[in-house]
């Protein structure tokens, strides 16, 4: 989970609540910037129904500076980049360039003199 961030909220990115359930519907009322509670939410409930709440510009749930199991969030997501691995005649590895699909990478051969040994994947949280 990343600080909440109106901006990127009203751009779309995934929103979830400091106890992990996710925002199901973010809306921010401009009209009522003056007003404590500009953002109304509705986030994944623990029963059937969605749970509806009320949020100040900074994404706390709470009037005070207490923190909320419902304060928001910036939902966390994982990019999946692909790397060629390689051996040298004494035994020594190195990596090639990172791809971003798995295709573009198997095919590519970064050093001709170098032994490819396999294509790995890995996840890096952005």
């Known amino acids: 989970m990343k600080p909440f961030d109106l901006e990127k909220a009203l751009a779309g990115h995934p929103l979830v609540t400091r106890d992990g359930r996710k925002v199901l519907d973010f809306h921010y009322f401009k009209v009522m910037t003056k007003y404590i509670f500009p953002i109304y939410a509705a986030i994944e409930?623990?029963?059937n129904d969605p749970y509806f709440s009320q949020f100040r510009i900074d994404g706390s749930?709470?009037?005070n500076e207490e923190e909320s199991s419902l304060d928001l969030f910036l939902d966390s997501t994982k990019k999946t980049y692909w790397v060629n691995v390689y051996e040298s005649e004494?035994?020594?590895?190195?990596i090639g360039k990172v791809f971003d699909n798995e295709k573009e990478c198997s095919e590519s051969s970064w050093a001709h003199d170098l032994k490819?040994?396999?294509t790995i994947s890995f996840?890096?949280?952005e």
């Open 116 to 118: 490819k040994i396999k």
């Open 61 to 63: 749930a709470l009037r």
């Open 90 to 94: 004494i035994k020594t590895i190195f």
């Open 45 to 47: 409930s623990i029963g």
């Open 123 to 125: 996840e890096i949280e």
